[in-house]
């Protein structure tokens, strides 16, 4: 599915490490979602550091952390409609 994004995965990353950004992605069911995500060090609450997630990226699967949700989540990125940051 193209959204017409124009950057790569590793850009993605690359921002999600600098801060607070918004993500907006259709789910596997269909729906679009909006997530408040990070995988900034210092946006981290204590306790969950990446390294210590279980959940890895995987191919075209980006993980990260739900600000609002305070969990880890991860979303696919040929599924990502927009990233902006905050």
């Not at 017409?4 to 950004?21: Q, S, Y």
């Not at 269909?30 to 990446?50: D, F």
């Amino acid at each position: 599915m193209d959204h017409g994004i124009t950057f790569r995965p590793t850009d993605a990353l690359a921002l999600l490490a600098e801060g607070e950004v918004l993500v907006t992605f259709e789910k596997k069911d269909g729906t679009i979602r909006t997530m408040r995500a990070t995988r900034a060090p210092a946006l981290l609450p204590e306790g969950a550091v990446k390294g210590t997630d279980t959940r890895k990226d995987q191919g075209n699967l980006i993980a990260v952390y739900d600000l609002d949700a305070g969990a880890w989540k991860g979303f696919f990125f040929d599924r990502m409609i927009a990233m902006q940051a905050k």
